[in-house]
């Protein structure tokens, strides 16, 4: 395994990591915000605010998760009736497709940070610089996962699927 795949699996059992202990805090909040509300009639403000900023970490570290192991929505009826050389061809073409989306996300998540992240929070007295960010790091994830799938689909011999699989998983279903 050469070092940028080690890099790239890494990153993704990190991506993972986070995106379970961010889930784990959400999930602890709204119970502890519940249980002030209705067990002891305090509702505490900050509890709506911050695991609404969770999700957003979740949600944009998820969706670049799925990158690297094709676990978007993929209409791959027509994808997986080609021939083999084809498919490669259209398989990278989607990679790089995935990788200008993630150029985006990362190069306007820089300005949406720059514009926005010194306002206030609603209910705590934070800045936003502290969950903005959460679109450009998801976008550069994006685009280094996309570059894993197109390394990995030029260099397979068989084509992977284009959503559900990844290459690694190709053949895979035949075995017992």
Avoid at 8 to 30: D, K, Q, W
Avoid at 52 to 61: A, Q
Wanted: charged content about 15%; aromatic content about 14%; proline content about 4%.
């Amino acid at each position: 395994m050469s070092l940028f795949d080690r890099l790239v699996a890494l990153t993704a059992a990190l991506v993972r990591i986070v995106c379970i202990v961010l889930a784990t805090a959400l999930f602890v909040i709204v119970v502890a915000a519940v249980i002030a509300r209705y067990g002891f009639g305090q509702a505490v403000s900050w509890t709506e605010e911050v695991p609404r900023y969770l999700l957003i970490w979740i949600s944009f570290l998820a969706a670049a998760s799925c990158v690297l192991r094709r676990e978007h929505v993929g209409f791959d009826v027509l994808f997986n009736a080609l021939p083999n050389g084809p498919r490669r061809v259209l398989g990278t073409a989607l990679s790089l497709l995935v990788f200008g989306f993630g150029w985006i996300v990362f190069r306007y998540g820089i300005t949406f940070v720059q514009d926005f992240g010194s306002d206030l929070m609603e209910t705590i007295p934070y800045t936003n610089y502290w969950y903005y960010p959460a679109m450009p790091i998801s976008g550069f994830l994006i685009m280094l996962f996309s570059i894993k799938v197109m390394i990995d689909e030029l260099r397979s011999k068989e084509a992977g699927a284009i959503a559900g699989a990844s290459v690694e998983t190709v053949g895979m279903e035949q075995r017992p």
